[in-house]
């Protein structure tokens, strides 16, 4: 941790007064949030850090913070991000792309620690917070994915995290603004109930494990938003397996396949040529649609892109 900024003299003061009206804001002698139910103490805004993780990438663009990001792991397809952000993406180094076949990033704290962070946005199977403690090294997490669950998911909560993330970055005006352009997004997104049943699973490509999502996930109210009821609302979990037999006895008139990476046509495949899934009224209608993961998991600006997608693929 670095130490506590200095008293400013007179002349510092004004130079500072300079920055502020011309922008930036000035940063904060030191502050604590809370993040998946851990206080966590900053002197200043960080100036480095590591990115474990494509979801917080939103909302540091949107801060104009992505050039304090100095090395990244795991996958950011292009899909996600517009021409800018691919750009700022692109100038940052890659630690490691490798995953386990669930897609949990795979990656050592010493590689993560090379980098000298003042902060890791994201955990991985072997770094968390815990590990990174004795390092004097602050870990955020997106609170939808923290350990045990984040409490009631909804999606009005990716402009708290907005704001959220304005205050550890140094950029509570920009994040109030963007904060009210999200808060009205989603509200012109929003669709009556139609009827309609759905879920959104994670299947294993090439056979295994397929997952679905429950009312502890970002799934949830994305469908409930789109206008569908979950045939999963009965369970509280974010994630867990499912049987074939279990997904034919919902039996959901439309599906949402999750996805991190590669060609979303073996997605559908995976659960079109699994035994039994043409007695699925989704998948004989054909009302599927892949998403990459992050259109609806955590909430983020791009769970708001991943319901229009979904109002759009299934009707207005």
Known sequence: MRPLLPLLTSAALALSCVSACAGQEPAPAGFTVTN????????????????????PVPFLHRLGVMDAVVARAGHYPDAYYDEATRAELAAIPVLTERTDSSGHLQISREVVLAQRPDLVLGVADTLDRATLAASGVPLLQEPALCEGGGGEVRLQ????????????????????????????????????ASGRTAAVLYPTIGGGVTYAYGTGSTAHPQLEAAGFTNVFSDVSDRVFEVTREELLV??????????????????????????????????????????????????TPLALEGLDRIVERFGR
């Open 36 to 55: 998946c139910g851990a206080q966590v103490s900053f002197d200043r805004p960080p100036e480095r850090i590591v990115l474990l993780h494509s979801a």
């Open 250 to 299: 919902r039996n959901p008139d439309v599906l949402v396949l999750l996805h991190s990476d590669g060609d979303p046509a073996a997605v559908v495949e995976a659960v079109a040529s699994a035994p039994g899934a043409q007695s699925l009224t989704a998948v004989r209608s054909g009302a599927v649609l892949p998403l990459l993961f992050n259109f609806t998991e955590p909430p």
């Open 157 to 192: 909560d990716v402009a708290a995290q907005m704001e959220f993330y304005g205050r550890v970055l140094g950029r509570q005006e920009q994040a109030g603004v963007a904060a009210r352009e999200l808060t009205e997004r989603f509200a012109a997104l929003r669709r009556e």
